[in-house]
């Protein structure tokens, strides 16, 4: 049986957190590499790894913030949503404490407000709108 070549795996992260004057602000990587930009804290999965631990070892990688997935916001699949190959992405909200410190492939980060974000790499500006209108916000079953 041959292996046809899939997408490359990755997850993304979502840490929000209000503002001093109240509005909220989500944190952005400014990529070191191609594509260069900002973008959501994330990256690959590795070989044996599963999706919440590479979520949180990207989270320390890239921002020295040890963190708490929150819950999965969505998958995006959509192949054309990374230029240098398809991938399909999962994506979870986090919360951290502390000041993240730029490390890894992050060139610099910062909180940026919800409603004053920079132009985006990838999907992500898509992935942020979704979060920000709860398009994909987990339901709480009633009993």
């Not at 070549?5 to 070191?32: C, H, K, M, S, Y």
């Not at 940026?112 to 916000?137: G, M």
Request: proline letters at 10%; glycine letters at 8%; hydrophobic letters at 40%.
């Amino acid at each position: 049986m041959s292996h046809a070549p899939g997408p490359g795996l990755t997850v993304d992260l979502i840490v929000e957190r209000p503002l001093v004057d109240g509005r909220r602000a989500v944190l952005l990587v400014e990529r070191r590499f191609p594509p260069y930009g900002w973008a959501l804290p994330g990256g690959f999965v590795d070989a044996g790894e599963c999706c919440e631990d590479a979520a949180l070892r990207e989270l320390a990688e890239e921002t020295a913030l040890r963190g708490r997935l929150l819950y999965q916001l969505h998958t995006y699949s959509d192949p054309l949503r990374d230029p240098r190959r398809p991938t399909a992405s999962v994506v979870f909200v986090a919360e951290s404490d502390g000041e993240p410190v730029a490390g890894d492939d992050a060139g610099a980060l910062r909180f940026w407000p919800l409603d004053d974000l920079p132009h985006l790499c990838f999907d992500h500006a898509r992935v942020i709108d979704d979060y920000r209108t709860d398009r994909y916000r987990p339901v709480t079953p009633r009993l």
